[in-house]
């Protein structure tokens, strides 16, 4: 954009006239240097610092403002900058303008003439002085003056740099592009901590703000947790503050490990993820910018109490162990104001001390007392098994043209001795936040092992038995270790199906890794993609062979008031059939999903239509048989 004085009068000439004053004022570049090679020109470039840094990534992005009284200088400045790869400018030759300009719109750098009518470029440096803003801007002062005093004045007054008309044109580009990059580094610095790099308490609370009139507008929940180094002080006045600024940055990448894994998850916005800060002393903070419920927030919460815990030995002295505490205060409900939502975060984390080490606590007690209670089902369910609460359970999978059951389905129960039934989903984020999944993967093939061999010697005919993996908690290498061993106990493995969740974490794995699922498949196990349409997609069969396809329940839900639900599933049976692969349908609760899967020609489903889970002996005894041909469904109006 170019801002010019339209109230300044401008004198015609006539075309000698405008000839020869071109040949005799100055102009900014000396004749011949307007133009410079391309291979110049790549070396004054924005993005050829010989010096990188991420601070200084957007340099082409930055706002360059000239203000010289001659439009032909500001013309050729432009193209030139332009074509050495920067993209935004703003101009004026009216002097009496520049500082207005500037306040409206800060600039990265200033090229300012001095020699100007009106006001000199000495006036606009003296007001940019007095101005607790415009005094950071970067000044690059070009003039035609040989006048010494007149550069030393200029510097006085605060410019970075000083160039005299002629200016060559090289060595603009170089002095633009490390001011540019000098002052990025020193934003840079500003927000940021010195001792972990981390975005420090400056950034924290303008970022606040940002996720706070985010999540007004779109009316979600959030949440600012603060997490506390406990007893720092001590280690720091036993063994020295070295010992404790290497302990705050193990820590420091411990946690921003576990933060990066939230991104793009349900604690994400669609244009913000969770970001970590390091305030001063003991203390890190955490920006959710979008909390779906409290059951997320807690499973995270105890995620980084386990991450944040670290351990460290000095020669001939015990493992010392260091944990961490968390204070969680909750937008909006325990307010929209950054201030104190930032305070309220901060009591919760000292009562949470207060209360004791490696604790959290929420600023609201409602939210406190179920998260308290989600921490406590999280410590239990390490005792779950040995207290034989967790129970393994099957249902049924039906061929849909014949209503006959092809597979079976396992399912996870967990009855507390409160006597609430935990499973599902619950149980999942359980089992992930305690770190017990692979744990519970473990005992389930276990006790699928132990029912198979109760079929067999009933005499019953065996029938194939799917078990759910997620790859974000189990290396395929491991679960392969699982399937080998459920073989070694007598299970064929053409009668176990590995359902497989979140696999596109298969791209990001070691070839090795990538190379035990296509070893499963040629070991005979069936392989299927879980939660097709959720956790994986269209782009996912490409990546990972499979045997099956199993369509999210969701899908099902609301099929009746969806038309683009029932298109979808219509396109993924489509292409089900077309790759060849088997497409089941999950969630079937009532006769209208069964009408709908079986008119358009679904292979399989599952659901609560076909009955409930049922034990290893409930189980075989209602569908299995002895010649191999299963039991038929029986649907709601049918008889034998």
């Known amino acids: 954009m170019q801002y010019t004085d339209t109230n300044r009068p401008k004198e015609r000439m006539s075309g000698d006239s405008e000839l020869d004053a071109l040949t005799t004022q100055p102009t900014i570049f000396a004749r011949g240097e307007d133009k410079i090679s391309e291979r110049a020109l790549r070396a004054l ?232 800060y390091r305030f001063d002393g003991d203390e890190f903070a955490i920006i959710v910018p979008r909390m779906d ?44 104001d950054p201030d104190i939502l930032t305070r309220n975060a901060g009591l919760a984390l000292r009562h949470a001390k207060q209360a004791g080490p490696h604790r959290y606590e929420f600023f609201s007690p409602k939210f406190n007392e179920l998260a308290q209670s989600r921490l406590d089902l999280s410590a239990e369910l390490r005792h779950a098994i040995s207290r034989d609460e967790i129970e393994l359970l099957y249902e049924p999978r039906v061929e849909l043209a014949t209503g006959r059951v092809v597979a079976a389905q396992s399912v996870l129960r967990w009855r ?18 305690s770190e017990m999944d692979v744990a519970l993967l473990e005992w389930q093939f276990e006790e699928l092992s132990k029912h198979a061999r109760n079929w067999r010697a009933a005499g019953l005919h065996p029938i194939p038995v799917g078990i759910s993996a997620s790859l974000a908690n189990i290396r395929p290498s491991d679960l392969g270790h699982l399937a080998d061993a459920t073989i070694a106990a007598g299970m064929e493995a053409r009668h ?68 683009t639900l029932q298109a979808m599933l219509l396109g993924i049976g489509d292409l089900a059939r077309r790759l060849r692969l088997t497409c089941v349908a999950c969630g079937i609760d009532t006769a209208a999903h069964l009408a709908f899967l079986k008119k ?13 889970p049922l034990s290893g002996l409930a189980f075989a005894a209602r569908w299995l048989t002895r010649s191999g041909k299963t039991h038929r469904v029986l649907l709601p109006g049918e008889s034998e």
């Not at 001939?316 to 307010?335: A, H, K, N, Q, W």
């Not at 039934?421 to 089992?431: S, Y």
């Not at 939660?531 to 199993?550: M, N, P, Q, W």
């Open 293 to 336: 419920g409290v059951h997320s927030a807690a499973a995270f919460i105890n995620k980084l109490l386990e991450d944040a815990t670290v351990s460290f030995r000095r020669h001939g002295s015990p493992e010392l162990f260091v944990t961490s505490s968390v204070g969680v205060s909750v937008f909006p409900i325990d307010g929209m």
């Open 45 to 276: 470039s924005p993005q050829e610092m010989l010096w990188r840094h991420s601070s200084v990534a957007g340099l082409s992005d930055a706002l360059i403002m000239m203000v010289d009284d001659e439009v032909l200088n500001i013309e050729m400045t432009e193209a030139f900058l332009i074509e050495a790869g920067y993209k935004h400018f703003v101009n004026t030759d009216a002097p009496e303008l520049a500082v207005p300009m500037m306040r409206k719109e800060l600039p990265a750098v200033l090229l300012l003439d001095l020699s100007m009518p009106k006001v000199s470029g000495l006036d606009i440096l003296a007001t940019m002085r007095d101005d607790p803003v415009l005094r950071h801007v970067p000044v690059i002062v070009l003039t035609s003056s040989i006048d010494p005093h007149v550069k030393l004045k200029a510097l006085e007054m605060g410019a970075m740099d000083f160039l005299s008309k002629p200016v060559d044109p090289t060595e603009l580009g170089l002095r633009i592009r490390n001011t540019l990059a000098a002052s990025a580094y020193r934003d840079y610095l500003s927000q940021h901590d010195g001792l972990t790099g981390l975005p420090n308490k400056q950034r924290y609370h303008r970022e606040v703000a940002v996720a706070l009139a985010a999540a007004k507008v779109e009316g979600y929940h959030g949440a600012l947790l603060h997490v506390g180094v406990d007893a720092l002080g001590r280690i720091n006045d036993a063994l020295g503050r070295s010992i404790g600024d290497q302990l705050l940055q193990r820590i420091s990448k411990r946690l921003a490990s576990c933060v990066q894994t939230e991104w793009g998850g349900e604690l994400s916005s669609e244009h913000h993820n969770p970001t970590l």
């Open 416 to 433: 507390h001795t409160s006597g609430r039934i935990i499973e599902g989903d619950e149980l999942t984020e359980l089992a992930g936040s």
């Open 600 to 612: 358009n020609g679904w292979d399989q489903g599952q659901g609560r239509l076909f009955g409930e």
């Open 496 to 563: 176990l199906t590995l359902e497989l969740q979140h696999v596109g974490v298969i791209d990001r794995l070691p070839a090795r890794e990538t190379m035990e699922m296509a070893a499963l498949r040629k070991k005979g196990f069936r392989l299927a993609i879980d939660r097709f349409g959720s956790t994986s997609s269209v782009a996912h069969l490409r990546s990972l062979l499979c045997d099956e396809i199993k369509v999210e329940a969701s899908f099902l839900r609301d099929l009746g008031r969806d038309a």
